[in-house]
T-cell receptor
């Protein structure tokens, strides 16, 4: 039972353009959502988060949008840079405080 | 300031063997969580340790056990290894009173079971 899904295994974007990574979830009781970035041979690194009581959070080039009615969140990166090329995971926190991760989307930003 | 460190980096075992993975949390952190990341999947929560006790557990069999030491470092033990246990094992640490966005991950231990 995959409670958090990232349906796009990969995404390719031109440098300077917008990258949009999507994530869907099934559990309406999730109270906190996070995005992580992972480079090869490194552990995931926290990027940005959003509480379930908000619909948008922005940090520099990164913005996360939450649509609770659709049980959908997205990460926007503007402008995209080659150094953004990595695997991105969304994660959701359940009632017990555990993090449930999606399968990841590999972003490739081409110069 | 060293972040989260894990050892060993890579490990090869055969079915039925037992393995111990080690994790040192980031300085100042008191809570350690372990995750299993299979190829092409996201990390899956195994369990969390705080004050030397297992506080939460994911959907993993009893073959997976752990320990936390007084210096907050932690071990993950897996008994009776199966081929399906082959994965990247990630350790993450944070301060208990802080939120999940303060959690730092280590680089992982790549376990291969033959």
């Amino acid at each position: 039972d995959q409670q958090v899904k990232q349906n796009s295994p990969s995404l390719s974007v031109q440098e300077g353009r917008i990258s949009i990574l999507n994530c869907d979830y099934t559990n309406s009781m999730f109270d906190y959502f996070l995005w992580y970035k992972k480079y090869p041979a490194e552990g995931p690194t926290f990027l940005i988060s959003i509480s379930s009581i908000k619909d948008k959070n922005e940090d520099g080039r990164f913005t996360v949008f939450l649509n609770k009615s659709a049980k959908h969140l997205s990460l926007h990166i503007v402008p995209s840079q080659p150094g953004d090329s990595a695997v991105y995971f969304c994660a959701a926190r359940n009632q017990g405080g555990k993090l449930i991760f999606g399968q990841g989307t590999e972003l490739s930003v081409k110069p | 300031d060293a972040g989260v460190t894990q050892s060993p980096t890579h490990l090869i075992k055969t079915r039925g063997q037992q393995v111990t993975l080690r994790c040192s949390p980031k300085s100042g952190h008191d809570t350690v969580s372990w995750y299993q990341q299979a190829l092409g999947q996201g990390p899956q929560f195994i369990f969390q340790y705080y004050e030397e006790e297992e506080r939460q557990r994911g959907n993993f069999p009893d073959r997976f056990s752990g320990h936390q030491f007084p210096n907050y470092s932690s071990e993950l033990n897996v008994n009776a290894l199966l081929l399906g246990d082959s994965a990247l094992y990630l350790c993450a640490s944070r301060m208990q009173r802080e939120g999940p966005d303060t959690q730092y991950f280590g680089p992982g231990t790549r376990l291969t079971v033959l």
